[in-house]
């Protein structure tokens, strides 16, 4: 009897916990299907009644044509440097951050274990804390070089590089530790130099980790407003597409069919990104944490 009723009980616990799984990720989905929805709507249907069905999804075709047509907001250029300054950001940070993390990793001294704890302690410091001063030093270390960094790409892709690298050198360097150094020895008898030898051993081997990296931070950097904002500032020659979205919201009139829409089209490549890599990340994950 004790042990159909624990059967029960456990039965129960186990009806339960997928329960509030379900009602966990249909809480988190619904700011995505509110987007869905009134994307193919008019202003006006979305402000009478925002959670209605749409009257005609062929909205949806037109308020893309708005937005792509419309001649204050250049969105697809907008939309050209998010995908110029999230592929230089993820590529500097994933070489620089797998480079430091591997020195660290072979250089077994106590500066070293310094170094990769002030990283560590680095990424607990909260953004709003750097804002200023970011923008400060950007602009004193651009005027000393004599090339401006506030505005630029180049800014902007050593911004995500500063803020990028404590967490990527982090995930590196549990990966690292447990790539066996033999295989470096035998590169350096063979007459490898350091370089040749990472790039050429160490830096294949990094792949199942390096595409969780590449997410992670191709997530953040894609969807990124504040930092886009201080650096690019809101009307300058280089835009983001978040920059872009809010370029919709005027002072006295809200655009909110091509606020949303601009919102699904912006989420749209880094969804399904997410969808085709999510295996590597979780892989990635995995063996990092094996390793």
């Known amino acids: 009897m004790s042990a159909s009723n624990s059967f029960s009980a456990s039965k129960l616990l ?36 925002a959670i209605a069905l749409p009257q005609s999804w062929g909205q949806l075709f037109t308020n893309i044509k708005l ?20 592929f230089f950001s993820l590529l500097v940070i994933v070489v620089f951050s797998s480079m430091a993390a591997w020195v ?14 002030a990283f560590v302690a680095a990424m607990v410091i909260p953004f709003q ?6 923008v400060r030093w950007m602009r004193v270390i651009g005027d000393s070089i004599g090339f401006k960094l506030l505005g630029t790409v180049p800014g902007i892709v050593f ?11 982090f995930i590196f360097h549990g990966f690292i530790k447990n790539i066996p150094y033999e295989l470096e020895e035998s590169a350096t008898i063979d007459g490898c130099s350091k370089s040749r030898t990472f790039f050429s051993i160490v830096f294949p081997l990094l792949k199942p980790i390096m595409v969780t990296v590449l997410i992670l931070n191709g997530i953040w ?21 978040p920059i872009a979205v809010t370029a919709f919201a005027g002072a006295y009139l809200k655009q909110w069919d091509l606020i949303l829409t ?13 969808l085709f890599a999510q295996r590597y990340i979780i892989k990635g994950m995995v063996e990092g944490a094996i390793k």
Do not use: H
């Open 129 to 134: 804390v750097l804002m200023y001063p970011l």
């Open 221 to 241: 950097i894609w969807n990124d407003y504040l930092l886009p904002l201080l650096v690019l500032g809101s009307s300058g020659p280089v835009q983001t597409i």
């Open 104 to 117: 660290l990793v072979r250089n077994k001294t106590r500066w070293s274990a310094l170094l990769f704890m």
């Open 14 to 49: 186990k009806s339960l916990m997928i329960v509030l799984v379900m009602l966990i990720f249909a809480f988190f989905m619904v700011p995505f299907v509110m987007v869905v929805i009134n994307s193919a709507k008019t202003s006006k249907e979305i402000i009478f009644n």
């Open 67 to 86: 937005i792509f047509t419309n001649s204050t907001v250049d969105y697809i250029g907008a939309f050209w440097d998010s995908l110029v300054i999230t």
């Open 262 to 274: 601009s919102t699904l089209i912006a989420m749209l490549p880094i969804i399904v990104l997410y």
């Open 159 to 169: 911004a995500y590089l500063g803020f990028g690298c404590p967490l990527s050198i």
